[in-house]
């Protein structure tokens, strides 16, 4: 590629494709396009992976008219984790962002991150929810990957996408690995192509998720795909985290890449994205040319440093690049959420730890450590190495690691090879794993990438059970496997818990997330549009001493909050005095000291204790429903379900009886070992 001049004159001249274009046109353009161009990734991917999505849309929305005029190919300003938090923690409905972002930016193109069959949830939906939900979603690129590279899983989302006229980017997830070839990408993108019906209408996208690949890796992968699909267009997205970024963007573009993922160098910090000023500049310098209004690109950069600060507290705790990543495959999205879980767990100091035995255990069962799989493999290793320091203390761990390491780096995980002792505490290693993880086994996601792990992983995992387990295995796509679902029943069961007729996008949300988007239309019925114009500062601290007022717009009308003062505390709780648009108002607000409420703990053979600390999900199993106190059970049977780390940990009955108490609420956070149902055995 040559270098040449930046177009100048109207800013409208950068705009080199627009929503309402079909996707052969949108194709077609970039191929025509000098150079390269650019996906920003900063009002998205940028939060994930270094703020744990906690990047208010009242902030983002400031770059949006920047963007506008940017001669950016697309934002992507939807989808993968943003989608959960923004209901659970900031309180904001992906539709509303988006009707948001069309009216500030009509030139960009919209872009989300879908998990196929898993969508913007962690668990394999049916075809009918698919359908469903893609249908009405207003977005114009629909990026979608498999963490097991399954194409067979992205089928339905395809179909319902090219169906609309939409742009489909198929992903290939891409790792470094002994087994992760030239020869297996092809292999997928084989697949893929076939999926689509040629590559005239789609995009292929290398998602390096953790930011694994080097220059040359990456280069190779590019060229080899373009020798065999010279047409198809390349969207080349990668993490820092290995600190080799801006050398593995270059190579991708030599080898003929036409996009690249960035964000604002302001956003830039240890698990995100490259930054758009470093790569134009890099680019231009090495002779390709990129498709950007620098100046344009400054300003919105600018903005950013105006509103970051407001985040500080949202940063991981680990700092700095990180080249080990190349070995544990820990991704940028699921870095910080990670350690705000150690954090709040009280076992960040065993995150070393973690990360190496998640590099051992990614020798043990072979899968991309993308969303969901980098919630499996985390919840299940962190939960390996806090069972060793809670029973054997410091000295535990590194018998863990020892034991693996001699296992997998020695005696190539030859079973044979290890002393009994050795083997019979392997064959426990898994015992304990969550759900998610059993189900990984048994094929409930698709079909792993290179086949079933060895016979003891299913030992370990299921008991004297593995054998049945193993011939339960299953090489079906969830797409294939699962019925589909009875929208009515679940719209009418959305109805009955909110008290009216759901809206469309409140129902989509519940299909996602039912146990958060309850919760989010609960907030947004008590306290309205409050999370859209409150600023971040007060959002996150309040008002924080008396004679502090808030400005805001709501509907048009200009509104201010003063707080007045500040009772004392009585009975834990106390009377705050508000003027709201100069009305004075008096509100009570308990303390943590309002009521205690004891925490009974398992402790009983019938006592059925939480395994982790999590909030539950479910009281009951998918198959009975809810379960009530003088319910018969069976040993084995799941009585309740625990969700933390956004994975369902199902509990099961130890022994065939009847539920005497059920001690928790649904949506309760629980505390590991606090007691949840009693049993009574029957005879």
Known sequence: MSKTTQPTGAQGEYTFVRPGMTAREIVQAVRDLDGVCLTSVSMRDAGQSDFKNRHRIYDLKALAPLFNTMGLFSAETHGGARWHVGI??????????????????????????????????????????????????????????????????????AETVMKRGRLFEPAISFTVADWATDAYYLSVVREIVALCGGVDEIMLCIKDMAGVG????????VTTIKQHYPELLIHYHRHVTDGLALPALFAAAQAGAKIVDVQEDALV??????????????????????????????????KVREWIGHYEWAESPFKGYDHGVTKHRMPGGAFPSSFEQAEKGGFLHLMPAVLRVM?????????????????????????????????????????????????????????AAMSEGERDELLQLFRNAPGDFKNLLIGSYGRLPVGWPADWVYQSAFGDEWQTKIKERTDLSPLETLTDDNLAKIRQSLAEAIGRTPTEEEFILYLMHPKDALSFIEFREKYGVAPLVLP?????????????????ELDGKPCCIELVSVGAEHEGVIHVVMKVNNVTRVYPVATPRAKKVEIRRAKGTGDIGAPINGSVWRIGNPKRGPIQVGDIIRKGEEVANLEAMK???????????????ICVKLNDIVQEGQLLLVIEKTV
């Not at 994975?647 to 108490?661: C, H, S, Y």
Request: hydrophobic share 40%; net charge neutral.
């Open 359 to 415: 590099g051992l255990y990614n020798q043990i069962v072979s899968y991309f450590d993308v969303t969901p799989g980098s919630q499996i493999t985390w919840v299940t290793c962190s939960g390996i190495v806090n069972r060793y320091a809670k029973e054997q203390g410091e000295a535990g761990v590194k018998r863990l690691i020892t034991l693996l390491s001699t296992f997998i780096e020695e005696q190539g995980q030859n079973l």
């Open 269 to 302: 910090r240890f698990y995100g994205h490259p930054p758009i000023l470093g790569v134009q500049a890099y680019f231009e310098e090495g002779g390709i040319h990129v498709h950007l209004n620098r100046p344009i690109a400054e300003q919105a950069n600018q």
């Open 536 to 552: 971040t500062d007060v959002w996150r601290n309040g008002l924080l001493r008396t004679g502090q007022k808030v400005n805001f």
């Open 88 to 157: 659970m923690n900031r309180r904001e409905s992906p539709f509303e962002e988006t009707r948001l972002l069309r009216e500030l930016m009509p030139n960009v193109l919209l872009q989300t991150l879908i998990r196929e069959t898993n969508m913007w949830g962690y668990r394999p939906y049916p075809k009918n929810v698919i359908e469903y939900a893609v249908a009405q979603v207003d977005i114009d690129v629909w990026r979608c990957f498999s963490f097991l590279n399954d194409v067979r899983n992205m089928r339905t989302v």
């Open 647 to 661: 994975m369902e940990n199902a509990i099961l009955a130890p022994f065939d009886g009847r539920i005497a108490e």
């Open 214 to 221: 080097n220059p040359a890796r990456i280069g190779q992968l």
